[in-house]
């Protein structure tokens, strides 16, 4: 992001074969309702060839999303699903943050339930 925004439209010009993409920053699975569509970074991730994507709904705290991503991925090597990796990290930081204000931006798009570090 040095260079400039990275737009939806940006991604729809990428050719993916990612089983899982992570977008751990501000509102990033929000878009903008436009004729019946939904634009934004989640449609367009799928349609580059994602196959499953965790994105955030609200601003995030950098420093407690940083702990949840070390959570999630820890999880995921484990060998959890995405959807299973997610809960368990979410609910990790629940214990040492009950506001969920600051662990529960975050959710899963896609094949959640597939693992994909086995």
Not at 79 to 97: C, F, H, I, M
Request: a neutral charge; proline letters at 3%; charged letters at 20%.
């Amino acid at each position: 992001m040095a260079d400039g925004p990275f737009t939806a439209g940006d991604v729809y010009d990428l050719r993916l074969s990612a089983a899982l993409v992570t977008l751990s920053g501000c509102q990033t699975g929000l878009g903008k309702g436009r004729g019946g569509e939904v634009l934004g970074l989640t449609p367009a991730f799928f349609f580059a060839g994602a196959s499953a994507l965790v994105a955030s709904r609200w601003q995030v705290d950098d420093r407690v999303t940083s702990l949840l991503m070390q959570e999630f991925y820890a999880h995921l090597v484990a060998g959890e699903s995405v959807a299973d990796a997610l809960r368990a990290a979410q609910l990790t930081l629940r214990r040492r943050y009950p506001y969920p204000g600051k662990w529960a931006a975050f959710a899963v798009w896609g094949r959640g339930w597939e693992s994909y570090c086995e």
